[in-house]
């Protein structure tokens, strides 16, 4: 397949890129600056000109392409709601050019959109309100047009031995304060998955996701969160403490209400239906080898 892919330079696009072209697949990457289009070239990949913001840029690209992955997200969290909002125009935009013709179309979105405090599957909705909900249900409503829509919901870490997605950001925090933080008895939960099982799973939904499915992209469903915090601290030789929830809005900031978060995710549909088998190092494996 010919496959258009929007965030082909990121740390997960890269990684699908080299999946799809390694399967055989032909990859055309957006790219919105000339470094972009550089590193598309040097992956294999053919470059497309456009942008998030550029709407005719994504419907041009999509129309000529036998399907499409959709990573590209603005991930800078200063002006999330935009973010999310870009997020959701590009959806629709790539999705009018698609509507009727059978295509698949996989987007992004993630883990922590649906209810928290138990057990997460396939069959759950995004809970409405939350930011990437929208543009969930409306790749998903696509189906009901004649596109081969699937919702990849990816775990807040996408890991490997550089980046290791919200973790990144958890590790620069207990560098800044020189603690490695959890809130109450950290029990919470997070899902993890490794970076080149995230990128397998792309492909094989791309390939074969029926019309209008979730997926999991989760290898793990739930570690706990005081352990990832022990596994930051003792790779960074900090203090681990527990801290209060009313202590965590100063200490974690915007970043609070995500860490207090559980999250556990199942993928066992994900894997039942796509053959997907995510066997990558574990999240605290890749903590202890972060930069
Ligand atoms: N990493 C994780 O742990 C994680 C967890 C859950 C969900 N996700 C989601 O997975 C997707 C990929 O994440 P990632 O970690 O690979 O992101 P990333 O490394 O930050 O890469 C972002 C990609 O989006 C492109 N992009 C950003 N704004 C753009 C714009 N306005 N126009 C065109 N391209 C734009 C970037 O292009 P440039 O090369 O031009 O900058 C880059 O290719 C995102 O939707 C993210 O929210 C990631």
Redesign the pocket.
Known sequence: MRIFV????????SAVVRELIEAGHQVVG????D??AA?LTAAGAEVHR????DLDSLHSGATAADGVIH?????DFIDYASAVA??LRAVEAMGAALVGSGKPFVI?S?TLMVMPGRMATEEDPGLAGLPRVEAENAALELAKCGVRSAVVR??????DAD?Q??ASLLIGLARDKGVSAYIGDGSNRWPAVHRLDAAHLFRLAVESAPAGSRLHGVGEEGIRFRDIAAAIGSHLNLAVVSISREEADKHFGWFAQVVSTDNPTSSALTQERLGWRPDGPTLIADIEQAQ
């Open positions: 929007t965030g082909a330079t990121g740390g997960i696009g957006l790219a919105r600056s470094n972009s590193a456009g942008s998030l913001d990573l590209a997200f603005n991930n870009a997020d992004t993630g990816l775990a807040p870490c996408v890991h980046r997605g919200f």
